[in-house]
């Protein structure tokens, strides 16, 4: 555990035994509230974390997901379980995931194959009249002067919600801003099917950054240093980056994947190779391209003028 902010704590959930892969924050108050839970395999983790913190079973008020993919809502129903009083806070296209979420397994489980049970596990039902349906704008309150705004936030995924925290400045980006690991180099585009779409996802980075947050954080990993405007545009600028790469390989009849690794596999060369192994686990270059795929499939274009040379 970590103390990023005050009233704001660091979670490690030590997904796949790897440290500083995955996070979830406990904000504090009268009524703290859990953003994001991690995966169903990193439950006893985050459990023990908040043992730790003091919180018994009555004490969480809230669990509040940036979006129902695994490896941050997989714990939902089992952190649901454990503290019976808190409210589960999601997007309103995550929702019905959250309560039935026999859909949602079966399409991660031809996504990840063997790794859905080996690594992530898979995601227990909440009871319907436990989940509220987040808006774009709307609150949830912590008390003690707390508050943590939805900023809806599609483009990773459709159901995707950043969290500004009024009282730190803290803006809990998800995935919409991408991944960078402590350990693992550059900041990397997240851009996995189905719900890959290159202008929402430049649309959302503009939206947090209105917000103008004291800084950015990741699930993974943490808060991105530097500025939050240097943090987004550094996110903007990969991001349009690797779609023009995506495209012009798309263009060509190349493959995506092998076309994104010819160009960015530099941004990582210096890492030990087991931190390159958790990267392309969490955020690799094949995951990325089926998702510019079949963005571009789906008629997703960029202008020639920002097309990669």
Known sequence: ????????????????????????????????????????SSVPVVLEALDGLGLGPDDLAGIAVTHVHLDHAGGVGDIARAFPRAK????????????DPTRLVASAGRVYGPLLDELYGRLDPTDADRVRVLLDGESIEIGGGRTLTAVDSPGHAKHH???????????????????????????????????????????SLRRFADRKPVAVVLAHYGIVPGTPDEALADAEETLRSWAAEAALAYADGR??????????????????????????????????????RRWLDQGGHIDKAETAP
């Not at 504090?28 to 509230?33: E, F, L, R, S, Y």
């Not at 589960?88 to 309560?99: F, I, Q, S």
């Not at 990267?279 to 391209?289: K, M, R, V």
Request: overall charge negative.
């Open 88 to 99: 589960v806070y999601v997007h309103e296209l995550g929702a019905r995931h959250l309560v």
């Open 1 to 40: 555990m970590k103390f990023v902010a005050p009233g704001v704590t660091e979670i490690d959930t030590l997904l796949g035994g790897w440290e500083h892969a995955t996070a979830g924050y406990l904000l504090d108050g009268p009524a703290p509230v859990l953003v994001e839970t991690g995966s169903q």
């Open 161 to 203: 919600l950043g969290f500004h925290d009024s009282l730190s400045g803290l803006l809990f980006a998800g995935d919409a801003v991408g991944v960078r690991l402590p350990d693992g180099g550059a900041l990397r585009p997240a851009t996995p099917p189905p719900d890959f779409d290159l202008e929402l996802a430049l649309a």
């Open 255 to 292: 493959d995506i994947a092998e076309a994104l690794e010819t160009r960015f596999a530099a941004d990582v060369s210096g890492t030990d190779p087991a931190v390159r192994k958790k990267l392309e686990t969490l955020n690799g270059f094949h995951s990325n391209a089926a998702g510019f």
